[in-house]
């Protein structure tokens, strides 16, 4: 079992940065991903950002050019910045390895004011 602590997020203003955190302990060995999700109220959870465990990243095409996430298969972050209203919403950590080895965080709310 894979156990995903997050931290970040919060309240701030448009065109202001936060950064989110995420910690993976457990069955480290079999992840293949690691990434951030969000999910707005009424809206299905979307991909934000991932990275696999050969590096590759992942970028929603919505904040291409605003966020960055970087980290190993362990630990992620997602620095985010110009956000933007249509940001709001709860961000979720995951971390994949199979069907049978899904994880995801409590998720974090950030919410980005006008």
């Known amino acids: 079992q894979v156990q995903l602590v997050e931290s970040g997020g919060g309240l701030v203003q448009a065109g202001g940065s936060l950064r989110l955190s995420c910690t993976a302990s457990g069955r480290l060995f079999n992840i293949y991903l690691l990434g951030w999700y969000r999910q707005a109220p009424g809206n299905e959870r979307e991909l934000v950002a991932s990275l696999t465990r050969g590096g590759e990243t992942r970028y929603a095409d919505s904040v291409k050019g605003r966020f960055t996430i970087s980290g190993n298969i362990a630990h992620i972050d997602l620095q985010m910045n110009a956000l933007k209203p249509e940001d709001t919403a709860v961000y979720f950590c995951?971390?994949?390895?199979?069907?049978?080895?899904?994880?995801w965080g409590q998720g974090t709310q950030v919410t980005v004011s006008s």
């Open positions: 995951r971390s994949f390895a199979t069907v049978q080895e899904d994880y």
